[in-house]
């Protein structure tokens, strides 16, 4: 199974497509339940999830790996006291991943923290979540430590693909998570139900609208799985254990897609690929 289950909508009214807010508690008891019979191991968190972190640990989540990140503009003299406050949110003793939320925090000061806390046994792998291709080339010039790395990846968003990045991290021996594949919902929303702002997107989202039309949005959404065998995890977020049960079933019935015929859908403009840029309201 290399499915994750996302946390942000257990702490925040967040995506684009949600219309329901917050997970309520049942939901959230119903989403882990399933999760676990549908063999998940991965719950990705976040220290600037709201209340994710809490509501995660009222709930034993002993059988799950869980990766958290640090808040953004971290120091490194306040990183011990940070993980013990996310610890203690989590009731855990330790995570399995830690990463920095924002590459810019990085700083020998702060990795040096962080090897301790391995030492601790606090802490399995580190590493950080990227935005850009860029990023990780800025990281490996600093030579900074990187275990685990949590990029964004789509249909639409294929930066990182054709930059070459998956098989460079693999072949370093790093952990790669691939997030976004639903484009906080945009690419499940039919057409019609799309923001006004996304119209001025016609031509990349019309290239997708009539991608292999047999195929639903769930379906297509999904289809980048099987092209990407370098990625150990893919992280999805619901509200519903009804979606989740929903990408589930379409993940066990996928079919590879041609590498060139992904490909036709990549689109490089910021604006659209880049969720932080949406003007929506």
């Not at 499915?3 to 967040?14: E, I, R, S």
């Not at 958290?68 to 991943?97: C, H």
């Not at 046994?121 to 275990?147: A, H, I, N």
Request: hydrophobic content about 45%; some cysteine.
């Amino acid at each position: 199974m290399r499915l994750a289950l996302g946390t942000v909508q257990f702490g925040l009214d967040y995506g684009i497509s949600n219309h329901a807010g917050e997970v309520a508690d049942a939901e959230l008891g119903a989403i882990l339940t399933l999760a676990r019979k549908l063999g998940m191991d991965t719950l990705d968190t976040a220290q600037a999830y709201g209340k994710a972190e809490a509501r995660l640990g009222v709930c034993n989540t002993t059988d799950f790996r869980v990766i958290t990140k640090l808040s953004p503009n971290i120091d490194a003299a306040d990183l011990v006291v940070s993980l013990e406050s996310s610890l203690q949110r989590l009731a855990r003793p330790s995570v399995e991943g830690l990463l920095l939320h924002r590459s810019q925090d990085a700083s020998p000061a702060l990795f040096e923290r962080l090897a301790d806390l391995q030492h601790q046994g606090k802490v399995g792998k580190v590493g950080v979540s990227v935005y850009s291709p860029e990023e990780l080339t800025r990281w490996l010039e600093q030579d900074y430590p990187l275990e685990l790395v949590q990029l964004p990846a789509n249909l639409l968003d294929q930066r990182f693909l054709r930059a070459g990045w998956l098989d460079r991290l693999q072949a370093m021996g790093c952990e790669i998570h691939v997030r976004s594949l639903f484009l906080q919902g945009l690419l499940l929303m039919q057409p019609a139900l799309r923001p006004a702002y996304f119209d001025a997107f016609r031509e990349p989202l019309a290239r997708l609208d009539v991608w292999q039309p047999h195929r639903s949005p769930l379906h297509k959404a999904l289809a980048l799985i099987p092209a990407l065998p370098q990625v150990s995890r893919f992280v999805v977020g619901v509200c519903h254990a009804h979606e989740l049960a929903a990408i589930a079933s379409t993940y066990a019935h996928l079919n590879p897609c041609h590498d060139d015929d992904l490909a036709t859908l990549a689109c490089d403009e910021p604006a659209l690929i880049n969720p932080a840029m949406w003007r929506t309201s």
